[in-house]
């Protein structure tokens, strides 16, 4: 049975492949199609008993913070739009398995097992997708807010004792949902900390 990792931490600490030939390789699919690719690959990799040469499959995804309508909500949203990874042993029967799952297109660095083909696949670096495990997982435990303000920006205060007041963006703090913006106050310019849902773009 495929090895499926719904948390990204758990991806992120396992332990490096033994040396047996696996190796993570990209798969580009159609856009959209990149959860569908996951699930039938890994309803293909168990009727044909694949499971020791196709050992994961994943589909990158990071935790994002938005503002709508005034109310603060997570999002998911995919890491790497029209691609999947998938960690397996590369060779004409795994290749044949992978690349005719509907909805995917090539393997990234493209590559053939067609007779007489020197070309292969080009397998991702091992840094490289350390990295991306990494980042997904540091992504769950902690969703990345979307910025919709910039530095230097005018925004106008919606709450507080600032209320109505414009003022300029000089600092975003995207770890903390937070931001400074420069209001002027009795003649005088004043850094104001705020919460992204107290100000709104004018």
């Known amino acids: ?26 798969v580009h699919t159609y856009s959209g199609y990149e959860n569908k690719v996951k699930t039938h690959l890994e309803a293909r990799v168990n009727a044909l008993g694949l499971s020791r040469q196709i050992t994961r499959v994943v589909v990158p995804m990071e935790e994002e913070t938005e503002i709508k309508n005034g109310q603060r909500r997570t999002v998911q949203r995919k890491v790497f739009p029209g691609y999947v990874l998938v960690e397996m042993v590369m060779n004409e029967e795994t290749w044949h398995t992978v690349r005719n799952i ?17 070309i292969r696949p080009v397998p991702l670096q091992t840094s490289e997708i350390q990295s991306i495990l990494k980042q997904t997982a540091k992504a769950e435990v902690k969703p990345k807010a979307k910025i919709s303000y910039a530095v230097g920006q005018h925004v106008r205060v919606n709450d507080g004792p600032f209320t109505d007041f414009i003022g300029t963006v000089s600092e975003i703090q ?20 705020l919460d992204f849902l107290q100000i709104e773009k004018v």
Not at 17 to 25: A, H, K, N
């Open 1 to 26: 049975m495929v090895t499926e990792h719904s948390d990204a931490a758990q991806e992120a600490e396992a332990p490096p492949p033994q040396d047996d030939g696996r190796q993570w390789f990209a």
């Open 102 to 118: 509907p909805g995917v297109t090539s393997f990234v660095g493209a590559g053939t097992f067609e007779a007489g083909s020197p």
């Open 174 to 193: 995207p770890e903390r949902n937070k931001v400074v913006v420069v209001v002027t106050f009795f003649g005088r310019e004043t850094p104001v900390t």
